[in-house]
């Protein structure tokens, strides 16, 4: 059973930047789809970025050229590098892989 770990998250200043991390256990990561999505108080949990096996990535419209969606196999990691924050970002936000499995989710708050 693959195991998701989100680290990264915190309190951030409006137009400042933050790089979530995911690490997973579990032999099939690399050959693995991963997702970042988020969810605010009040709202429904929201698709944000995929990544492929291949590398081959979405990005939600609104997030587009603000967010991006990697990933290191070797390292069993997909990343959500965040610019250019601002306070409507704040929200969990959570790691799921391609076999249903989330993660316990980080909290980004962008405030100043």
């Known amino acids: 059973q693959v195991q998701l770990v989100e680290s990264g998250g915190g309190l951030v200043q409006p137009g400042g930047s933050l790089r979530l991390s995911c690490t997973a256990s579990?032999?099939?990561?690399?050959?693995?789809?991963l997702a970042w999505y988020r969810q605010a108080p009040g709202k429904q949990r929201e698709l944000i970025a995929t990544i492929t096996a291949t590398g081959s990535t979405t990005t939600r419209d609104s997030v587009r050229g603000q967010f991006t969606i990697s990933r290191d196999n070797a390292k069993n990691t997909v990343y959500l590098q965040m610019n250019n924050l601002k306070p409507e970002d704040s929200a969990v936000y959570y790691c799921?892989?391609?076999?249903?499995?989330w993660g316990q989710g980080t909290q980004v708050t962008v405030s100043s």
């Open positions: 799921w892989s391609g076999g249903g499995v």
């Open positions: 579990g032999s099939t990561f690399s050959v693995t789809a």
